[in-house]
């Protein structure tokens, strides 16, 4: 979180322009590195497998694996274009081109738990 304030507080001293960007689907689109099963969810209903196990091709969300997944994707292709990481926060990414300008990318997971 302090990485956030961090950021937001240089957009604010040096009156940068901000753009956020949500990524809701994107632990649906994580690759996984080992073999991962799952039970049947509740109210899948197929006959003559009621007692299968589902082996998962992609990560899903509420999997330990999947923020992990989604950052190494992620950083990857940050450093594909050109940014860096910060060795202080690997949430930060910075880029700087020719023109001196710079862009600042933050990534940030946060879970929202609604009942």
């Not at 039970?39 to 998962?56: A, H, N, V």
């Not at 923020?67 to 202080?88: I, T």
Request: overall charge positive; proline content about 2%.
């Amino acid at each position: 979180m302090s990485s956030v304030k961090l950021v937001l507080g240089i957009v604010v001293a040096l009156d940068l322009e901000l753009e956020k960007r949500d990524v809701n689907a994107s632990f649906l689109h994580g690759g996984l590195e080992e073999e991962m099963y799952m039970e049947r969810p509740k109210g899948f209903i197929q006959k003559d497998r009621e007692k299968s196990i589902y082996r998962l091709k992609k990560g899903l969300c509420g999997t330990k694996q999947a923020p992990r997944q989604w950052y190494k994707k992620f950083d990857s292709f940050m450093h594909g274009r050109g940014s860096k990481s910060l060795n202080a926060d690997r949430c930060i990414h910075i880029k700087r081109d020719k023109k001196k300008k710079m862009e600042i990318s933050l990534s940030y997971y946060y879970i929202s738990m609604t009942c």
